[in-house]
């Protein structure tokens, strides 16, 4: 007799508020999934008297059953339970959501005590394959350019400076064969690029602009001010803040670029 397939295994994020936080609520609620032979991945305290888990089953009509069970427990509501997003696995990872536009929904906000989240977040991104265009926004010695090779540590990819004010101007008019891999995290300074750029620099940037590779590129308003590209062009926008409610100024530091031009 030939065996029976096994059916593949997916994930599911589960979350929900607390309304009252009786004894042996989880309990009650890990039965219940025990029962249904749903295991639990992870679970974490998300924002306050919310919880987040991360569920494993073969068998979606398992899950919408518990779904539509815990909508008749009294103490607490279902506030999503759907296959999990990127920010899922990161609220439920470190207990907090990710703070997000809500107009322009790839617009992602932190803080400078949440270099932790930032560069958990960068490390998920960095590790998908394709072209990935990520714009980094924040004022002089938030961290920017530190998540980003912190970021790339974690997906255990190389980066290369195309443009940088790290140690020294960097203005990188050629890479080598090595350098010009696909698999690299690109950094590219966006005031640096265009304002300091020389023909073959540009040149560079747009042959890497092209390539199915990850670009991270800080200051994205000068750079889309000052050169042919647009924020459609854009997958994500991060925002970093040495505190929440610091302005993001470009006046106060380009000076410093051109001054000795």
Known sequence: MESKQSKQSNQWYMEYKIHKN????????????GMLEVNILTINGVEGETRGMLLETDDEEKIHLMGAMLKKVDNITISALRPPKLVDRLA????????RDSDDRKTFRFTRDELG????FLGEIFKREGNHVVGLRGMPRVGKTESIIAGSVCAMKRWTFVSSTLL?????SQLSED?????HVFIIDGIVSTIRSSEKHYNL??????MPSTKVIEHPDIFVQESEYSFDDFD???ELRNTPDEEIVYDSFTNAYTEDL
Do not use: K
């Open 22 to 33: 009786r004894p042996g609520l989880l309990g009650d609620i890990a039965s219940l999934l």
């Open 92 to 99: 439920v990872r470190h207990g907090r959501y990710i703070d």
């Open 117 to 120: 989240l930032l560069v958990d």
């Open 168 to 172: 020294r101007q960097t203005i990188r």
């Open 179 to 183: 350098e010009m891999n696909p698999n």
């Open 205 to 210: 940037l747009q042959d890497i602009m092209s």
């Open 236 to 238: 994500i926008i991060i």
